[in-house]
């Protein structure tokens, strides 16, 4: 064999077969000795919701853009190949790169025995120990690392199968199971065929919507206000701009023709449709201006005289009222069933499905990739975040 292949899947959830998918992959090599001799990884679009956000911090935004398991299979394969495949608890990672592969129709050698798993070799070395990376990590005297990250997950476990082979290397001698697979004949897929994604770094600052929209705007054309500030009305409803509502402004301002002055223009006038409505402002109206300005990338004090729309923003964002039909997402923090059953009885119509009549989407992330969402983007129904949603609710509910 070549040395280690050490692996790890950051996934949407535990159902591999039938709904789940790989959001992000790592492959560490090690030398026989357990240096560690190169690293790959990957973020992946997994064409769906994200599943459990709050443990692996995987973005929609973020994953949106990422490369699908098919456009990377040949850059796996190549790292895969001639190698004894390393997991903590491998079996999970099996299940997940067996279906991915399975996708695009190529046999894999991995089942549950295909692969050095750390995880159960750790309660050998360590019985004493828990079975949580992490924790036997630790019990190693190892290095903390961004834990529920594919890539510095893989270099921990590969950490944790160099104090093996150092400390009780024979409890991680590759077995015959293992070094078949080792040697199973890939067949040659294309490489190189996308970049690899890589999560932003904690300090990273998302260049501001308005920018983004500004560089695609057109520069000649005759302004047609009405559609952009209905949109940007419904994009605002969460008090924040997703990626998918930044996408869908510069999309509509494109095909209107609008010009950079003139989409400044609508957003001054949108804060000072505002500050009208306002009247005369307390302190939560007043916090409300100034996030909508900071999100509009201007301040208060800029604000030009208005012009006449059809339609005004609302003070306060999301607002629901009994009998608007919405329908919830994906994974959220707070418990489905609970928020379902409140808005019930606040007299919300709470819908599997969405249709033109739907007032929100709720999502964790409202730039989810699951059906439902994209069947709002498509029918130009707001997607909103679960927090607008449950001020929402809460004032409803009095």
């Known amino acids: 064999m070549d040395g280690f292949a050490v692996v790890d899947t950051e996934t949407t959830g535990i159902d591999a077969a039938h709904r789940h998918r790989i959001a992000e992959v790592a492959v560490v090599h090690l030398d026989r000795g357990g240096a560690v001799t190169g690293e790959w990884s990957t973020l992946l679009n997994p064409e769906r919701d994200l599943g459990p956000q709050a443990i692996h911090q995987i973005t929609a935004a973020e994953a949106r853009q990422a490369p699908r398991f098919a456009d990377i299979a040949g850059d796996l394969v190549d790292r895969l190949r001639g190698r004894v495949v390393v997991a903590h608890n491998w079996p999970f990672d099996a299940m997940h790169l067996r279906a991915e592969f399975t996708r695009i129709g190529l046999d894999t050698p991995f089942d549950d025995l295909a692969g050095l798993c750390t995880m159960r070799a750790a309660s050998v070395v360590m019985p ?19 834990w529920h990250t594919a890539r510095d997950d893989a270099m921990a476990a590969g950490a944790l199968l160099g104090h093996m082979l150092a400390s009780a290397p024979d409890t991680v001698q590759p077995t015959a199971e293992q070094l078949r697979a080792a040697a199973w004949a890939w067949p040659d897929l294309p490489r190189d065929r996308v970049a690899p994604a890589h999560r932003r770094p904690a300090d990273h600052v998302e260049p501001h919507f308005l920018a983004r929209l500004v560089e695609h705007l057109p520069r000649d054309e005759e302004p047609t206000v009405d559609a952009y500030f209905a949109v940007l009305d419904d994009a605002l409803l969460d008090r924040r701009v997703s990626a998918s509502d930044a996408d869908t402004l510069i999309d509509v301002a494109t095909r209107l023709g609008l010009r950079r002055t003139d989409v400044l223009a609508i957003h001054h006038t949108y804060l000072r449709a505002l500050v009208d409505a306002a009247g005369e402002m307390g302190e939560r109206e007043r916090a409300d201006i100034a996030l909508v300005a900071r999100l509009l990338g201007i301040t208060p004090d800029a604000i030009g005289a208005p012009v006449p729309l059809d339609r005004a923003p609302t003070i306060g964002g999301l607002v629901l009222h009994p009998g608007d039909k919405i329908v919830l ?17 606040a007299g919300l119509r709470v819908m599997t499905t969405v249709s033109r009549l739907t007032r929100v989407v709720a999502a964790a992330d409202p730039d989810t990739m699951s059906r439902k969402a994209d069947s709002a983007r498509v029918l130009g129904v707001p997607v909103v975040d679960e927090a607008a949603f449950v001020r929402a609710l809460a004032a409803l509910e009095g």
Do not use: F
């Not at 997402?329 to 009885?345: F, I």
């Open 329 to 345: 997402t994906g994974m959220m923090t707070s418990d489905r069933d609970d928020l379902t059953a409140r808005a019930a009885a």
């Open 128 to 146: 004493h120990s828990r079975r949580s990376l992490l924790a036997c990590c630790t019990t190693a005297g190892l290095p903390a690392m961004r």
